[in-house]
């Protein structure tokens, strides 16, 4: 690994451009959640209460504000190691938000899957984003910490249409693209300057998950563009086509351990 590893970093020291991209394989695990024993708690209270599903968001946001795990910020740090000082882009199909403060340039990053920094109608019957109310996540952190029954709990509604509000992720019943699409203009425009240019491509855990945002665009680019070359990191899915074959790189590991390698343990 620690070979593959160098050659990572040479190839993109020795670029132009470097495009990284982020795939569901680099997705939070949720480990500081999963292992709470009051969160399992209320696993067992809401049960398959549908009512209460809109409430698992606000914990996995809580988690996100309370604390990070030392493995995902190793793992970030040394991303941000790898392409610091280049002209990079990053796209993202984590929802986590994990991705951001982390150190990165914010008008570098994009995740068109949405996150957990605004909230939406799930009808999207305006086409607006909404910060996320308050009083409704105070109300959520007191009953995690046993000071508010789950009875007293309201779900939040959209004061236009009485719709369910959610978190601005992809999986909502109508999926507010506002969310991301100015920045998604960003990245194309950001993409026409990497024409026959030296672009180095990094793929973090990208299977087959929407592979018309990361995976086959990134493809696409390696065989047109003569002066790119793609570097693909996944357990399982690294393949690449022969017809890229000579600029291209599979490697088959996981790509959390792969860049915590980068750090000294």
Same mark, same amino acid.
């Given at each position: 690994m620690d070979m593959q590893l160098q050659e990572v970093r040479e190839k993109i020291q020795d670029a132009e451009l470097v495009l990284v991209g982020l795939g569901d394989g680099f997705q939070y695990g949720w480990g500081a959640l999963v292992n709470d024993e009051r969160y399992r708690e209320i696993e067992r209270e809401i049960g398959d209460d549908e009512r209460y599903a809109w409430i698992v968001p606000f914990l996995q946001k809580m988690v996100l504000c309370r604390e990070r795990e030392e493995r995902w910020d190793r793992a970030y740090q040394a991303?941000?190691?790898?392409?610091?000082?280049?002209? *990079?882009?990053?796209?993202?199909?984590?929802?986590?938000? *994990?991705?951001?403060?982390?150190?990165?340039?914010?008008?570098?990053?994009?995740t068109p899957c949405g996150g957990f920094r605004k909230m939406q109608c799930d009808q999207n019957c305006t086409g607006e984003l909404y910060e996320i109310p308050e009083e409704i996540y105070e109300?959520?952190?007191?009953?995690?910490?046993?000071?508010?029954?789950?009875?007293?709990?309201?779900?939040?509604?959209?004061?236009?249409?009485g719709g369910k509000m959610r978190f601005n992720q992809l999986g909502v019943e109508r999926y507010a693209q506002e969310g991301y699409l100015d920045q998604w203009n960003v990245y194309t425009k950001w993409l026409q300057g990497t024409v026959n240019r030296k672009l180095c491509m990094l793929e973090l855990g990208v299977g087959m998950s929407y592979p018309g945002i990361i995976r086959f665009p990134f493809e696409k680019m390696a065989y047109y563009n003569q002066k790119a070359f793609l570097y693909r990191v996944h357990p399982r899915l690294y393949q690449l086509g022969e017809e890229i074959a000579d600029r291209s790189r599979g490697i088959a590991e996981n790509p959390v351990d792969f860049l915590v390698t980068i750090q000294p343990s």
């Open positions: 991303l941000r190691a790898l392409i610091e000082g280049k002209n *990079y882009f990053v796209v993202s199909l984590c929802m986590d938000d *994990y991705l951001y403060g982390t150190g990165l340039d914010e008008k570098r990053l994009v109300a959520v952190m007191r009953y995690y910490r046993g000071k508010l029954p789950l009875s007293a709990l309201e779900e939040p509604v959209c004061e236009k249409c």
